[in-house]
Nanobody, 122 residues
């Protein structure tokens, strides 16, 4: 079983910064992509940023220039540094990873964290 545990989040004023961290544990043989998604009240969950095993990053348009995703490949952790936060960034942020377990047969799947609330006040 694969588990993702998130930390960070909280309440900040407009223009402030927050850092989210997420660690993966379990019988993981390999992790391909790790990323962060968010879901605001009444809206669909959307991708914020992701980082592949190659180190290539992908950012949503609203995250470019303000958010930075980073990953520790040895510890299976992924962080999201969020700067210049705006009220519209208020949402629950979810960590996710695409993993592979070298069992017989192999198992591939996607795991999600429990979510971290980020609230930006105006």
């Amino acid at each position: 079983q694969v588990q993702l545990v998130e930390s960070g989040g909280g309440l900040v004023h407009t223009g402030g910064s927050l850092r989210l961290s997420c660690g993966a544990s379990g019988s993981i043989s390999s992790i391909n992509t790790m990323g962060w998604h968010r879901q605001a009240p009444g809206k669909e969950r959307e991708l914020v940023a992701s980082i592949a095993k190659s180190g290539n990053t992908n950012y949503a348009y609203f995250a470019k220039g303000r958010f930075t995703i980073s990953r520790d490949f040895t510890k299976n952790t992924v962080d999201l540094q969020m700067d210049s936060l705006r009220p519209e960034d208020t949402a629950v942020y979810y960590c996710e990873c695409d993993y592979l377990i070298y069992s017989d047969p192999p198992v591939a799947g996607r795991a999600w964290g429990q979510g971290a609330q980020v609230t930006v006040s105006s």
